[in-house]
């Protein structure tokens, strides 16, 4: 006998899920078998195929009917079933909103952070050339010297274009001026026309090509431009500006209106000034300055290729014995993967990225536990339910569907509460990132899909093990009178509150080390007085005035010393290399050049020697001091022997005449680096540092402004204290430990929820067993052991867990510091100490609501 | 009344004159033979449960044969809703085809 094509059989089975379609099935090869007897095979199995394929488009409309059907079933089931357990359900759906808000937050900010400098079409094929001053050649420098890069591009072929940028002050800020509008400025470059065809930074107004190319052109932002003219054309417009801090002021014709720079790149200007303008020798090789250099390659693999070259193009093109040499760095990996000194701006940390998104699936996560568990707590409510829909038929993958949808629908909900929470507090979010996410995000296809898809993920993992938990039961045995017991599950319910406070207590141990760190390098001794230290920006007229300017100033009783530096601690510093007596390399040195009075208004201790009083141009030897570090790399003993050694530094010969303690002029994720003290004329000189008494600093700085309106009045002033820019240093830190604690709070409450549920459900459960209990002499206490006991050790388990993991990573995190706190058995205690007293007071709650309750009540109905 | 579709209307018909013997291929081949044309068998069936659905039609299962795959043959009657609406449907054509042979005639 013929068969009909298995293929299309089988096909039609799956088609086909209603018992009346069997008939259909039968038909149609009884059909086949007369046809065959008739036509013969080929020509019936075509026939058996055509009939199949054309009842498909019914099939599907009938399946779509039935489950718009069930799912309007589905809907039913489950608002009854809100209205009737409001409690279980707001604190499912509250955590699962909780989960699902930190997860699209986290998202959002790690989204941001990823997509930093990508707007450029060529971010790929974009390097930065950075320098090391290090032994083992790893990069050590952001900024660099200013010959390198068009020898580059003359040496390689695969470079294709240089971009050279020079930022004028590194936190000092610049004065810029247009008839009456004069203000201060931080972002002033100088930099080469290529910048605008190798990055995407589209001018408004003005040709891209020639805009930078003559001397004496700049390039203004959209917003800078409206702060000097307004509604203006500034367009050929001559503007005055002093970008060296030495008085002698530069004019500059408007050339070119530049987009305001996106904030998702690593650096961001608001002038930009023709490079050929710059004073400097711009094909020097020696010194380190606020320079950087980008090349575009041909070829995105060029770099593994160029970068073993470097070092003999150092050779070739500079000399035999370098201190420093390059190598290039990807441009997308400046934002989170660079950590070097004298970056443009602050950096992110790709070890954050990775942080905040373990913490936004733990929150989700202990959400989805907490709908697990509690919707199998209450399968008891349910099974009956299950029951009765077996007994009028429903299959097994029916209730499992039907179970999921109800999961999808709460976890929909969810999701639809959570970007509503999103989008209200979207402004809070990035106030405490410091990052400025748009609304606007939260509208594109990305985050749109993204969420769905999140609500659907979620939904699956938390309803699936309850799906398949509630639809095993049997009818027999749910639907019999007498007790029913959910011994099964019990175990896994158990396994999964631990892992919850496994998950919370590890994330409050580690937020308790952030803090901890934060609070150690802000409490730690920087070698020189911070918190006193008033700093203002030098200027042409201050320079010459400074004499009467100090003799006014030290009259007021709260100043007490005043000193003039080419730098400060925190903002920028030049590296020169020495040469010391006794010792062959050259030493790579910061350089301060300061006057007399720098170690006594910073509060420098002298360990050796004495103070410096001569200036590099006087007559007679040269007299420097040296850190302690300093006399360490060059193999004195002591600082004492230091004293009386020679030295070379460029074409200077000299001696040390005194030796000061090492202080951290960068941020503590660096060891202090070797400093050199140089007393120089005030003209190169661009901060004066005003050492105050610590009291009434506000009628200080009254008195301050009124001596300088009287004797500086063409400047504004422009001043700030030296810890507050201490403290913007490790801002990043800050803020991520900010943003921890908010998390973990997260965390803890939803984890708290569950718990809550948990309990509540067990003291509901035995109410009677408590009735009984009491009726037979137990005490309160007794009663509320028995229902706490349990929760209790549940959380003292996890702690025995979660602390050595938490250590493990944590320990990682403080390998990014120079100086660390130390993980002390304490945090192990507070944190696990924490999340008992916090689940404590969730379980007493009910605990003792059940413990005190009348046994009257409980029993009456028996 | 409820307007019935052509099929449904055949369907109905068929249904009623197979008496007892009334199941998915007798129905397809008195439609199949009534129209000359090749109807697949879907275009039977679906119909044929939807009446069901509507309550115009009864069905019952049969004993299955290894001829059909070991599937049960469904028997389907005409409930009582069922004999209304087809007498309905009746005298609606018949007032609605009342005249119309004359008049076509005028064509011709």
Redesign the interface.
């Known amino acids: 006998m013929n068969k009909p094509p298995k293929l299309a059989k089988h096909l039609l089975k799956i088609l086909s899920p209603h018992e009346g379609d069997e008939a259909f099935i039968g038909d149609i090869e009884e059909l086949f078998h007369d046809r065959a007897e008739r036509q013969g095979n080929w020509r019936s199995r075509r026939w058996y195929w055509r009939e199949i394929l054309k009842s498909i488009p019914q099939f599907i409309k009938e399946s779509i009917r039935w489950r718009t059907t069930m799912l309007s079933n589905t809907f039913k089931i489950v608002f009854r079933n809100i209205k009737k357990q409001k409690g279980y359900f707001l604190i499912n759906i509250a955590g699962l909103a909780i989960g699902m808000t930190s997860a699209i937050f986290i998202f959002l900010w790690v989204r941001d952070e990823l997509s930093y400098d990508r707007f450029h079409k060529n971010a790929d094929r974009i390097y930065r050339v950075v320098f090391s001053t290090s032994e083992d050649g790893s990069p050590t420098n952001a900024n660099g010297s200013f010959g390198v890069g068009p020898a580059l591009k003359r040496d390689f072929p695969e470079v294709v274009e240089t971009v050279r940028i020079r930022k004028m002050g590194q936190g000092v800020k610049r004065y810029v001026g247009y008839k009456e509008k004069k203000f201060y400025e931080r972002r002033f470059f100088f930099a080469e026309p290529s910048l605008f065809s190798v990055f995407d930074f589209p001018l408004v107004k003005g040709d891209p090509v020639s805009a930078l190319t003559e001397p004496n052109s700049i390039v203004l932002t959209e917003k800078t431009a409206k702060k000097y003219f307004g509604s203006n054309d500034p367009m050929g417009q001559m503007m005055e500006a002093d970008p060296y801090n030495d008085g002698e002021l530069m004019l500059f014709r408007v050339t070119g209106i530049a987009k305001d720079v996106p904030p998702q790149s690593h650096f961001h200007f608001d002038f930009l000034a023709s490079y050929c303008s710059l004073k400097e020798d711009t094909e020097s090789f020696s010194g380190f300055y606020q320079h950087f250099t980008y090349v575009l390659l041909n070829d995105k693999s060029s770099a593994e290729f160029l970068n073993p070259k470097l070092l003999s193009f150092i050779h070739r093109n500079w000399r035999k014995d370098p201190w420093y040499t390059i190598s290039l760095q990807p441009l997308l990996d400046i934002r989170l993967h660079s950590r070097l000194r004298s970056e443009i701006e602050p950096t992110g940390n790709i070890l954050y990225v990775y942080v905040f998104t373990a913490i936004a699936l733990f929150v989700l996560v202990i959400a989805c536990i907490n709908f697990m568990n509690l919707t199998t707590a209450r399968a008891l409510n349910r099974a009956k339910e299950v029951g009765i829909r077996k007994v009028a038929g429903a299959r097994k993958n029916q209730l499992v569907q039907q179970f999921l949808a109800e999961a999808f629908i709460l976890s929909l909900f969810a999701v639809s509460i959570a970007v509503l929470i999103v989008f209200l507090v979207l402004p809070v979010f990035n106030n405490l990132t410091g990052k400025n996410i748009p609304f606007s995000s939260l509208g594109t296809p990305v985050f749109l899909l993204g969420t769905a898809a999140a609500a659907l993920i979620v939904g699956f993992f938390s309803g699936i093990y309850p799906a398949f938990f509630l639809s095993s039961f049997r009818p027999s045995s749910v639907l019999k009178s007498g007790p029913f017991s959910l011994a099964s599950g019990t175990m896994l319910r158990k396994g999964l509150v631990v892992f919850q406070f496994f998950l919370s207590i590890g994330i409050i141990f580690s937020t308790l080390i952030v803090q901890k760190q934060i609070k150690f390098i802000q409490s730690r001794n920087l070698g020189y007085d911070k918190e006193q230290i008033l700093v203002i920006s030098l200027n042409k007229d201050l320079r010459q005035n400074y004499e009467a300017f100090r003799n006014e100033l030290l009259k007021h009783p709260n100043i007490e010393n005043t000193t003039t530096s080419s730098y400060v601690p925190t903002r920028g510093s030049a590296h020169l290399t020495f040469h010391f007596q006794d010792n062959e390399d050259d030493l790579s040195q910061v350089v301060y050049f300061v006057d007399k009075e720098f170690t006594s208004t910073y509060g420098l201790k002298i360990l050796a020697g004495k103070n410096i009083h001569r200036s590099l141009t006087e007559e007679g030897s040269l007299a420097i001091l040296v850190s302690e570090l300093t006399t360490r790399e060059a193999g004195y003993s002591s600082p004492q022997e230091a004293v009386g050694k020679s030295f070379t530094f460029e074409e200077y010969k000299g001696f040390i005449a005194g030796v000061v303690n090492d202080i951290n002029i960068y941020s503590l994720h660096r060891l202090p680096h070797a400093i050199t003290y140089l007393i120089t004329p005030r003209t190169i000189h661009n901060y004066l540092s005003l050492r105050i008494r610590s009291h009434n600093i506000s009628a200080t700085i009254t008195d301050l402004q009124k001596t300088w309106r009287e004797m500086i009045p063409n400047y504004p002033l422009d001043y700030f204290f030296l810890d507050e820019s201490f403290e913007n240093m490790h801002l990043s830190d800050k803020k991520m430990s900010e943003v921890f604690s908010v998390f973990t709070i997260l965390a803890v409450l939803v984890a708290c929820m569950g718990l809550f549920g948990l309990a509540t459900y067990t003291a509901q459960q035995k109410t009677k067993e408590i009735g009984v209990r009491k009726v037979l002499g137990a005490s309160i206490l007794s009663i509320y052991f028995l229902l706490s006991r349990k929760f209790l050790t549940w959380v003292i388990l996890a702690s025995f867990v979660a602390c050595p993991a938490a250590y493990f990573f944590m320990n990682k995190w403080l390998q990014n510091f120079a100086f660390r706190t130390k993980i002390a058995l304490e945090i192990f205690l507070v944190s696990a100490g924490l999340a008992l007293a916090v689940s404590l007071l969730t379980v007493s709650t009910q605990s003792l609501r059940a413990a005190t309750a009348n046994p009257a009540d409980s029993l009456r109905y028996e | 009344m409820e307007l019935l579709t052509k099929l449904e209307e055949l369907v109905l018909i068929a249904v009623l004159k197979l008496k007892d013997e009334a ?3 007798s129905v ?1 081949k008195f439609i199949a033979c009534l129209t000359g044309k090749e109807v ?4 039977v ?2 119909p044929l ?1 939807r009446l ?1 659905r509507k309550g115009f039609l009864m ?1 019952s299962k049969g004993k ?2 290894p ?8 028997y389907y009657k005409l409930t009582k809703s069922g004999i209304r609406v087809l007498q309905e449907n009746l005298s609606l054509n018949i007032t609605a085809w009342e005249d119309v042979s004359e008049m076509l005639k005028a064509f011709e």
Request: without cysteine; hydrophobic residues 25%.
């Open positions: 199941y998915g291929i397809y697949t068998v879907s275009s069936y679906f449960e069901v069905a299955p044969t001829r059909r795959g070991g599937m049960s043959k469904r």
